[in-house]
Structures are given as structure tokens and as C-alpha cells.
């Protein structure tokens, strides 16, 4: 069974502070990887994806990735009260499916 | 802007309904999904199609049907309503190969 696998949370960080989220994927054939954030009784949203072994950086957003560990995560600097959410981790399948995370739980302490 | 359109928000059904999810998408993508979200249990997929008439069971596809009969729409069906479906219901596309998919609004399915 492939799996990603989160650490629930939650997840608590002061305003002004770098949140970490991570995540592990079991599916050595993954190619890509996503970061979604869901609020409460919403859908989720991607805010970032990620290829290439490294960093990727889109504002206030860093996505990491290392193949070799089979580990992505997610760093968010300069954390606001509004990034409070679930933020889910997904990897590509390999049928043309994500597979999800169940999400961690992010607070921002104001 | 990618649109997945979800029929309604807010279902109210009762045990043994037959029960209709629809979804439409707007981006002329081939792969779709429908998945259900659970506190405690994430997102479980089940059912996809990457094509028209074509579909694929997903993790947990019993007690759901699905149909897709044009590229733009993807039905979820429950044969036979029961209260464990009580669930959120996550529609989704996304375009080929392990490409981001796109979400639409949920639909919010009580079954009493």
C-alpha cells in the first residue's frame, strides 16, 4: 500500500515564526509533489509543488525535497494567524492520482 | 482560473436513497476524481477515471458508483444511502501524468 505518512499535529508557532511541516512517502516512483492547505470546512488548495531534489521557494514558502530520504516538507516563514489551517502533503501516484497525507494542523499564535 | 464545480454544498438524504454527487470541470481535463474526507481518516479516494466511459476503483469503492458519459462530468452515486456515508464529499481534476489536481467547493452529505 502506497502511503504518505504526516505527523498530525497540532502543530502550534508564534506570529513571526518558521512553521516545519513534514512528510515521508513510501512510493520510490513518485516524481512530483504537492503541498495543500485546507481551512476549516473548505477544500484544499495548493500553494506549492515540487519535481527537483532541493528547494523551492515561492514567497513566504520553502518546499524541500530529498529522493533519497524519500522526505518533503514544507517551511512557511514569517507565519501569519491567517496560515492556521491543515496543510496536506500529496505525492504522485502511479495511475494519475495524488495520494494524501491526512494532514497536519497547523496554529499561529497571534 | 481551473473550475470543479460541485452540484450542491449542503445534502440532506435519507437511509436507502439512491443519491447523486455531481461535478463538473471546466479545464478539459482527462483525469477526475471523487474522494471523501473524514476527521482522523484524510482524504480516501474512491473512484477515478481517466477518460470518458472509463473508470478505476479507488480505496474504498464499495457502496459507490460512479458514471462518465462527457470528459466534463463526473457522477458519484450511492446505490443505496446509509448513515456511514455521512461524509464530505471532495471532487477533483487534474490534467495528465502526476499533475496537481484541482479541487471543487465539497459537498456536505448527511444521511439520516
Known amino acids: 500500500q502506497k502511503e504518505v505518512e504526516q505527523n498530525s499535529g497540532p502543530l502550534s508557532v508564534p506570529e513571526g515564526a518558521i512553521a516545519s511541516l513534514n512528510c515521508t512517502y513510501s512510493?520510490?516512483?513518485?516524481?512530483?509533489f504537492f503541498w495543500y492547505r485546507q481551512y476549516s470546512g473548505k477544500s484544499p488548495e495548493l500553494i506549492m509543488f515540487?519535481?527537483?531534489?532541493g528547494d523551492k521557494e515561492d514567497g513566504r514558502f520553502t518546499a524541500q525535497l530529498n529522493k533519497a530520504s524519500q522526505y518533503v516538507s514544507l517551511l512557511i516563514r514569517d507565519s501569519q494567524p491567517s496560515d492556521s489551517a491543515t496543510y496536506l502533503c500529496?505525492?504522485?501516484?502511479?495511475?494519475?492520482?495524488?495520494?494524501f497525507g491526512k494532514g497536519t494542523k497547523l496554529s499561529v499564535k497571534p | 482560473d481551473v473550475k470543479v464545480t460541485q452540484s450542491s454544498r449542503y445534502l440532506v438524504k435519507r437511509t436507502g436513497e439512491k443519491v447523486f454527487l455531481e461535478c463538473v470541470q471546466d479545464?478539459?481535463?482527462?483525469?477526475m476524481f471523487w474522494y471523501r474526507q473524514d476527521p482522523g481518516l484524510g482524504l480516501r479516494l474512491i473512484y477515478f477515471?481517466?477518460?470518458?466511459?472509463?473508470?478505476e476503483k479507488g480505496d474504498i469503492p464499495e457502496g459507490y458508483s460512479v458514471s462518465r458519459e462527457k470528459k466534463e462530468r463526473f457522477s458519484l452515486i450511492l446505490e443505496s444511502a446509509s448513515t456511514n456515508q455521512t461524509s464530505m464529499y471532495l471532487c477533483?481534476?487534474?490534467?495528465?501524468?502526476?499533475?496537481?489536481?484541482?479541487f471543487g467547493q465539497g459537498t456536505r452529505l448527511t444521511v439520516v
Open positions: 477533483a481534476s487534474s490534467g495528465p501524468g502526476e499533475a496537481e489536481a484541482f
Open positions: 512510493d520510490r516512483g513518485s516524481q512530483s
Open positions: 515540487i519535481y527537483s531534489n
Open positions: 500529496a505525492a504522485g501516484g502511479s495511475q494519475g492520482n495524488l495520494i
Open positions: 479545464m478539459d481535463h482527462e483525469n
Open positions: 477515471s481517466y477518460d470518458v466511459k472509463m473508470k
